[in-house]
């Protein structure tokens, strides 16, 4: 059986169609409870300073850069620091939630609101988990980064302004696709994690660079056919986005479960 990409997404959307409750209402809680969250407990903690509403309203839902600088005493500024590190970690453990309520939907299983807060219940393995990716890809890009400055060194003097910015550019550009590709190593990791309980962290990463071996490619191809939808969710400022989560989220479970055979015991000839 060879990998369709139309079939995968076809049956994705058919997941969605069926689906009670509906998925959209379920990204909307996931949204909420996410970025919602994060905007109104920094909404509070910033009203509580000497800025006015506005100023507080602007810095909480674009970034502290966009509140009135000399505003914030140190002791704020680190309770603002705490407080994004702490709703960034709670979001990254309601996102590994999010993403076992897209294998439930994809496979015609119970899926509801209640996947979004079951993720809490490993968020020991989930954080481990994190921390080891994360680690993982800062060492498979020390390599470059040690060849990035070297090409900068030896350019530094032969190159003008312009030349040297242009060569920066490149390097930066390379930079990015060798860190995607990296990371497209570990794609799988979480859907391991959350459909073996009993692996340990180490082993869900290893089984995903096992199995991504061959089909980084295919999955890139995969992600980029989800462009022109992000594109559109951004013209609708997002609520189309509300649509398209649980579609990805389904789609990404469809390919995970052909890859590993759990949809088909047939498997097929990677593409690269």
Not at 81 to 106: K, P
Not at 199 to 206: D, H, I, L, S, T
Not at 243 to 256: D, G, I, Q
């Amino acid at each position: 059986m060879d990998f369709n990409r139309a079939a995968l997404k076809a049956d994705a959307r058919a997941a969605i169609g069926t689906a009670k409750p509906h998925p959209m209402m379920v990204t909307l809680v996931f949204r909420l409870a996410t970025a919602g969250l994060t905007v109104l407990v920094m909404f509070i903690a910033l009203a509580s300073g000497s800025g006015t509403l506005t100023d507080a309203l602007a810095g909480a839902a674009l970034g502290l850069g966009f509140y009135p600088e000399g505003l914030l005493t140190r002791g704020q500024l680190l309770i603002m620091i705490f407080l994004n590190l702490v709703m960034g970690l709670f979001s990254a453990v309601m996102g590994v939630g999010y993403t076992a309520y897209g294998m439930h939907l994809a496979r015609r299983e119970r899926a509801d609101y209640q996947d979004l807060i079951d993720s809490f219940g490993i968020t020991g393995r989930i954080l481990r988990t994190m921390l080891l990716t994360f680690v993982l890809v800062v060492l498979w890009l020390i390599p470059y980064g040690v060849m990035m400055t070297a090409v900068l060194a030896v350019t530094i003097q032969r190159l003008d302004f312009y030349g040297l910015m242009a060569v920066y550019f490149l390097l930066v550009l390379g930079m990015i696709v060798y860190g995607y590709l990296i990371e497209l190593r570990y794609a799988m990791t979480y859907f391991f994690l959350l459909d073996e309980p009993e692996m340990g962290v180490r082993e869900a990463v290893r089984s995903s660079v096992q199995v991504m071996r061959g089909w980084k490619w295919t999955y890139c191809k995969l992600q980029l056919s989800f462009l022109g939808w992000a594109l559109l969710s951004c013209m609708t400022m997002g609520v189309l986005g509300l649509w398209l989560s649980p579609y990805e989220a389904a789609t990404y479970t469809n390919f995970y479960d052909f890859i590993t055979s759990r949809r088909s015991t047939a498997r097929i000839r990677p593409e690269w």
